[in-house]
Structure formats: structure tokens, C-alpha cells
């Protein structure tokens, strides 16, 4: 019986971004347990629903994350919106989905780059965020902010994109869909890359299930589960199908996710052709919540829920976020065991984690 | 010691951020920014480094994990609270968790605004942080500490 070593993981770590810690249960170079301990981010934004009024909220949301900083604000402001009882207008739909998948373009090649970056090759993470600029300057035309957007508001959008702005978004694009696809032939038919990635981190359905993964991770064991299917915003009115793989491992994630920076791209392309001409994004919401809403959105690491709770005051009892990366920390750990120690860097990054999120 | 001011390496740590000024000082080292040409490179190793990047305004389980990555890095350094949240706690002050700004944890020597940061100003903060460099290692020679440039 080999003697068993327990490993710090974290926080402080090269591949990581950000602070998550793992206590890995060695066997010779086997892991056998990973006990992940979180909290280094905690910073308490939900009880700032306290001092500060609904509207007010909307910038806190959007800094949950700096990655998904969009949707967290979209899905806040949707949860209100349900709770007050509008319906926003259509041309802010459009807008909102637009902007959606322009969030997930960089949040997926931001991901490709770090995991190119964990497997150390470094001239494919340069490549991926490379192609990233571009997605981030037209979000720069359009908001203003690179990252942290601050567009939606409770009943809307505050700006609007301009004819000439939606045709250069279009244009931009179609060409990251064009300079992806290098990047998405070294990605899954690399023989070094492959050697990295398959058979690494398995996750079987029924476990994916057992566990609850969301997002890629889940649709990456072969369950087609895709919140934009559920018809927020103008997903309704898009046409695209769920992504799967039956692959079970990193190379299905690897997979899925590049897939779905294609179909971004097409859905970028659906949403501009079919947006409506109108001069009016946002309704002035009138009164305060009272009511409660849980709101479900897929984000780019999965299915992320905000629930509001108003009193018909202007600050709302509670609110309360449930991140994609939570629910995959449990597959997370679970992949984790019987892995070389070696991998650990790459599983820890295939979940595509976001602790910032996780932990507000 | 010239080495050290033509190519300053660079430690990130995320104490309590949101993730937005932590992708931004990667997005630095990428082909659009690229500091590399500079000489600067991000590090994963405390003892490796000189300038220490810290974004986020620290919470309380953070605070020791600061202050012993900062213990770590070698004198002469220079720290980078890159951020809004980094300078003062920024939209996260009136948490119950928060600190509020680096500089209640460790000394800070340059502040750079933004939420999130632009890359621009990122690079602007460490390129001020390197004279403060040449400063810091010039005391540290005069008071028998280090060794002179070129030794």
C-alpha cells in the first residue's frame, strides 16, 4: 500500500487566473481525492441588495464576473423585468442577443487560449486571443467598456448599435469564423494536442447527470441541455441546434466549445439579418418589484439562475446567484480522481472554471 | 542589475476581483499589447518576480495569501494594485467581506485606475513602476544592500 501525500493545489498557481484551492490526495502520482476549498474571491456582492436600489444593482450584477460581466447583467435585469411585469421592446431583445453571443465569442476563445496555454503551447494561446481582440473591440464600438459593458438596464438597453455598427459586427464576425478554422483543425486533429486530450477527465452520462453538470461540460457527455432553447431574449426566434459530443472526455469539451464559436457566429448573423427597425430600445420602469422570479440563462460555462425577490420597495429583499462553475465543481473532483498529478493543471482548466462567479 | 530594468518580471495574484483587470493584464502579454517586447514576462513564481500586479479590493481570507506572496518576491519590488477595486475597493467597498483596497493589506506604489483596467494603462503603471524599480535598488546599493549595476 503506497503512502498517500496530500498536495496544495492553489491559490497562487501558474495556470490559474484566479484563486481556487485543492488539496490533492496523492498515491505515487496518482490522485485519488481532491478536496477543493473556495471563498478567496467571496466578497458578498448579493447583500449589497440592501444599500443599494434596483437600479443601482444592475452595475454590481455585471460584476460578478468580468468575463460574463454581460449576461450576469441581462440576467439580473430579465429576473426585474419578470418580476415588474415588462416586456421590453423587441429591438432590445435583438440587441441583448447580440451582444450575448458576442460575450460568449470571447469568454469560449479567452478558455481555448488558457487550456492552449496549459498544455504549453503557447503559440495557440497567442492565436486564440489574437482573434479574441477583434470580438472585444466591436464590443468597445458598441458599449464603450471592453469587458465590463454596463448597457443593460432594468426595461432595456441604453444604447443602440447603428446600421453601419451592426453591418462591421457582422463583417468581424464572419472573419472570426474564418480565422477559427486553423485554430479549430489544430485543436481537434493535432496528433500532440489529441494526446493531451482524449481519455483525459472522464465524465460519463449518467455521472454528468448524477453530479449536475451544466454547459459545455454536461453537453460534452452526450446530454443536450442549452438554455438559449428556452427562448430568453430573441433566442426564440433563432434557429440552432444543441451541441453535443458523446466523447465523455477533454477532447469533447475541446469540441463542443469550438462548435459553439461557429454557431455563435451563425447566430450573430441570424440576429443582424432579422433584427427589427425601431427607434425604441428601453421602457422607463415605472413603481418598484414586488413579487419574486427566478430567472435561468445559459452563460458560456453553462446554466447560470437569478432569483430576485422584491418588496415593493426600491431595494429588493433578496437576490440571490447561482453560478455554472458551482455545479461543476463536483464533476470537477470527480474527474480529478485516478488522474495522473500531472493533469490536474488541464482537468482543472477543461471545466472552464470561473471562481469569480462561483464565489461573488 | 541593468537585467532587472530592461526586463521586469511580472507576478499576478487575483486578491478578490471580478476577473475583468486579471484577463485585462493577460490580455497585455497578447500579439495586440504584447510587453513581451519589452522584456516583461508574467511569472507563476513569487521568487521570481519584481513587479506584483494585484487586482481585486481583498477579502478576508485572501489577505494572509497577499501578504505572503508579497513576503515571497526578493527586494527590491514593486507593487501594482491595477484596478478600481485594487485602489480603494471600488463597487464592492460597502461588502461585509471586502478590505477595501490592496494598500490595507501590503504597501502599494502605484495605483492604476479602471474598471476594468484598459491594457493601456496597465502597461503605463508598470512602466512607471520600473523607475520606481531603478529607485528602490539604487537605495538599497547606497545602503550596502545590493549589488551595484553591472556586478
Known sequence: MPKKTVIPFGPQHPVLPEPIHLDLVLEDETVVDAIPSIGFIHRGLESLVEKKDF??????????????????????CEAVEHVMDIDIPDRAKYLRTIWCEFSRLHSHLLWLGLLADGFGFEALFNECWRIREQVLDMVEMTTGGRLIASVNRVGGV?????????????AVAENVGRELVPVADTFLNDYSVKSRLCGSGILSKEDAIALGACGPMMRASGIAVDHRKSGYAAYGNIDFDVITSNDCDGYGRVYVRIQELFQSVEIVRQAIDKIPDSEEIMIKPKGNPKGEYLMRLEQPRGEAFYYVKGNGSKNLDRFRVRTPTFGNLAPLVHTLKGAPFADVPLLVLTIDPCVSCTER | MKSFHKSPWLLHYDASSCNGCDIEVLACTMPRYDVERFGIINTGN??????????????EQNAPVVKQIYDQIPEPKVVVAVGTCACTGGVFKECYNILGGVDKVIPVDIYVPGCAARPESIIDGVVKALALYQEKHDKMVKEGRGLPEGE
Do not use: W
Not at chain 1, 437600479?55 to 439580473?76: D, K, L, P, Q
Open chain 2, 46 to 59: 513569487p521568487m521570481h518576480a519584481d513587479i506584483f500586479c494585484v487586482t481585486g479590493g481583498v477579502n
Open chain 1, 55 to 76: 437600479n443601482e444593482m444592475v452595475y454590481v450584477a455585471e460584476r460578478i464576473c468580468g468575463i460574463c460581466s454581460f449576461m450576469h447583467g441581462m440576467g439580473y
Open chain 1, 158 to 170: 441604453l444604447k443602440d448599435i447603428t446600421p453601419d455598427m451592426l453591418k462591421q459586427m457582422k
